[in-house]
């Protein structure tokens, strides 16, 4: 039996519901409604289109079609459908041949589609990868991620559900972010070792991702971008400041210079370009002081001593320690900063987080502050809640309006205890690891970002700050191993702390499996791999502890009663979020697997 033009709509229509998971309540949802500016069919959803209308039908649909206004709604794409069927029928001399489908091949081809995510082993190959898309300029402007740790897996989950396509490029095929349902993710060259293969790589891309976002995650993919700036900005969006700002912000002592014009409070620096130049500081700076780079990537290239791998900043006491360590560190760069130690734990250091535009006016923005980082001194937050800082918003608008800054800001303080001041430690022009606590106090900033560079209304706007905390789980289990065996933890205050409303770096209920991937893949066998070696290197070393232990010991058993007040509360919330909302949640979490 032929099948007619309504019944062709019909089946289309199944498929789009089923394949993009349109409610059939929904009242916008029709067979005349335009699928792409509405955001029913993505650009992936137009190359899974075509491919089911080609296969149900066996017809062939030209180029000339997808551009047409036609293929923009089920009736008018229906109608194509009907007409390619009728002319392959007049070539040959007959009537159409165009039959209703074999209910097994629809459904079959239903399943597969429905299940045709694309992920990392999709696009391994070139082919595939450098493919040009058939009708880009009717799908919202894609977005590209670089790398797939914390911030950039933060950024594939801002953005999830919002009708955008979104691309990780990911150098290390171990990392987390490799496994997210909410990405496509593509194998593709490190901005740090192999700049000049990435921009090939994503100048080849260009035809099927024209007009993407492009959002770095790290200082050397922002460095990336601008060196390549010229030749990628005619294809893409790129989410970096201005090059006449950038420079400004990424040179430390540029960036003090024009905090104090601005009337912005900063340590008191110095910059030292040889080892004669270090009699200074004991008068001009003073004991305990900070040494760190003048760009923070100078520390992390293949000259810096592998001693001091992955260090942020040195403090040191003493002017023979500071000529011991100068030493070492002049062998990556002889230029460095030397700065004030300004005293306080981790919870002194807060940020403005948030997106400016043109005149560097916050679009949004959220302020928070560390809880723990780890290193204790200079290192990476592992716990960061949100709060409200009204008190440092008016320096940092005034300082990026001096710079003239456009783009995302992560804008960092410390509190110094002895004059009550926020002095500037840095500026990081791209986001950062803990940007999405932003999502979880209500200010998504990637979407305005997003937004804003695709060229949508965005208006300012101002919201209350819902409190919140960030963990980065897996660095915080180091921290607690490391602090339990140096017999330094306030389990109850930090406790304290991390209760309430929570979002964590790698866990997420509605994405779980980069979590358990990297767990059991990467964090068990290293603590393990640990463990064994310790044991190894000092047979009976526990035992020569224990016998050696004085009777006076019991700070030690205290601190263990306090660890497990604090350890076991976090692994019941964990599992109690992980099971019950998995469980409440399961039908939408295993609904794409069936048919």
């Known amino acids: 039996m032929a099948v007619s033009q309504r019944e062709i709509a019909e089946i289309l229509e199944r498929f789009i519901r089923s394949r993009f998971r349109v409610p059939v309540k929904d009242p916008l949802f029709s067979q005349t409604v335009d699928l792409f500016d509405s955001g029913y069919v993505d650009s992936v959803g137009v190359v899974e289109l075509i491919s089911f209308l080609e296969s149900t039908f066996k017809i062939k649909i030209p180029e000339e079609s997808l551009f047409s206004t036609e293929f923009t709604t089920i ?8 007409g390619r069927a009728a002319a392959i029928a007049s070539a040959c001399g007959g009537a159409s041949t165009l039959r209703q489908p074999d209910p097994r091949t629809s459904r079959c081809l239903r399943f597969i589609m429905r299940n045709a995510t694309p ?13 040009p898309h058939p009708i880009y300029r009717d799908a919202a402007p894609p977005v590209i991620i670089l790398n797939l740790s914390y911030s950039g897996l933060g950024i594939a989950r801002d953005l999830a559900g919002r009708g955008v396509r979104l691309i990780g490029l990911s150098s290390d095929r171990k990392i987390y972010g490799n496994f997210s349902r909410f990405c496509e993710v593509r194998f593709a060259p490190s901005s740090q070792d192999e700049p000049e293969r990435l921009a090939e790589f994503l100048l080849q891309s260009a035809g099927e991702l024209n007009g993407a976002v492009i959002f770095p995650t790290s200082d050397f993919d922002v460095l990336f971008l601008d060196h390549f700036r010229v030749s990628l900005e005619p294809h893409y969006r790129l989410s970096v400041p201005p ?6 912000v990424m040179d430390k002592y540029a960036l003090f210079c024009e905090a104090i014009r601005a009337g912005v409070p900063v340590p008191r620096t110095v910059v030292v370009h040889s080892h004669r130049e270090l009699a200074q500081i004991p008068e001009a700076i003073g004991f305990p002081c900070v040494v760190k780079p003048v760009w923070s990537f100078h520390w992390r290239n293949g000259n810096f001593p592998e001693t001091l791998k992955d260090t942020k900043a040195l403090r040191l006491d003493s002017l ?17 900063l030397v700065q004030e130690w300004i005293p306080g734990d981790a919870d002194r250091i807060v940020v403005l987080g948030g997106y400016f535009n043109e005149s ?8 928070a502050r560390k809880i723990v980082q780890s290193p204790d001194d200079f290192g990476t937050g592992c716990v960061v ?40 430690i840095e500026i990081n022009t791209r986001h950062w690891d803990w940007h999405r606590l932003g999502s979880a106090s209500g200010v998504n900033v990637s979407w305005t970002a997003y937004c804003h560079l695709t060229g949508k209304p965005v208006n ?11 963990i980065a789980e897996d660095a915080l289990f180091y921290y607690l191993l490391k602090a339990i065996f140096a017999r330094r933890l306030n389990a109850r205050k930090l406790w304290r702390r991390v209760k309430g409303p929570r979002i964590y770096g790698i866990f997420d209920r509605k994405d779980p499996l980069p979590f358990f ?3 059991v893949q990467t964090v068990i066998p290293r603590v393990a791999k640990k463990l064994f070696d310790e044991l190894r290197r000092k047979p009976g070393g526990a035992a020569r502890r224990k016998r050696s232990r004085p009777k006076s010991s019991h700070d030690f058993r205290g601190e263990s009663r306090r660890t497990g007040a604090l350890v076991l509360p976090l692994a019941q919330s964990f599992i109690y979020e992980v099971v019950l909302y998995d469980l409440l949640d399961g039908v939408n979490l295993i609904s794409p697997f069936l048919g």
Not at 75 to 82: A, C, H, K, P, R
Not at 243 to 248: E, I, M, S
Not at 360 to 367: A, G, K, N, R, V
Request: hydrophobic residues 35%.
């Open 75 to 82: 009736s008018g794409i229906s109608g194509i459908v009907l």
């Open 119 to 131: 992920n990392a082993k999709n696009f391994s190959s070139p082919e595939r990868m450098n493919k």
């Open 243 to 248: 090059r006449r700002c950038l420079f400004q």
């Open 517 to 519: 991937r990297y767990w």
């Open 460 to 470: 300012p706007t101002r919201v209350p700050i819902l409190q919140a905390t960030w």
């Open 385 to 424: 809640e949100s709060v409200e800082l009204p008190e440092i918003l008016t320096p940092t608008v005034k300082l990026l309006r001096d710079l003239g800054y456009q783009g995302m800001a992560e804008v960092e303080y410390r509190q110094d205890p002895r004059t009550g001041e926020y002095k500037l």
């Open 320 to 336: 023979k320690e500071l000529e011991t360590r100068y030493a070492e560190v002049a062998a990556a760069s002889a230029r460095v």
């Open 360 to 367: 560097s006016e916050p679009l949004s923005y959220f302020t």
